[in-house]
């Protein structure tokens, strides 16, 4: 089991950058697939990235290919997620999830763990 938490969202202007956290417990970090979801305020969930076990393979959502990555340090136990060239639309609440599934894939029933969420708000 892993316990995942988020942290370095907040409040930035439009075309700017902010790096999101995802600091995990338990042993066995590195034998999760990792992934970044986000629920816009009145929508829902969205897949935003994944990433395997080895760090070598990264999925995005076409929404922020390009200007979002991906990366984790299995050492450190963290997942970070990069974020530049912000709109407003990426505002949202991020999450991020663990899984033991084989590949990744963008459907948020195949992770098991989640974190809280953190607040992303992104100002025109």
């Known amino acids: 089991q892993v316990q995942l938490v988020e942290s370095g969202g907040g409040l930035v202007q439009a075309g700017g950058s902010l790096r999101l956290s995802c600091a995990a417990s338990?042993?066995?970090?590195?034998?999760?697939?990792l992934g970044w979801f986000r629920q816009p305020p009145g929508k829902e969930r969205e897949f935003v990235a994944a990433?395997?076990?080895?760090?070598?393979?990264?999925l995005y959502a076409d929404t922020v290919k390009g200007r979002f990555n991906i990366s984790r340090d299995n050492a450190k136990n963290t997942m970070y997620l990069q974020m530049n060239s912000l709109k407003p639309e990426d505002t949202a609440v991020y999450y991020c999830?663990?899984?033991?599934?084989?590949?990744?894939?963008?459907?948020?029933?195949?992770?098991?763990?989640w974190g809280q969420g953190t607040q992303v708000t992104v100002s025109s």
């Open positions: 999830a663990g899984g033991k599934l084989s590949g990744l894939r963008p459907g948020s029933e195949l992770y098991d763990y």
């Open positions: 338990g042993r066995t970090f590195s034998s999760y697939v």
């Open positions: 990433i395997t076990r080895s760090g070598l393979t990264t």
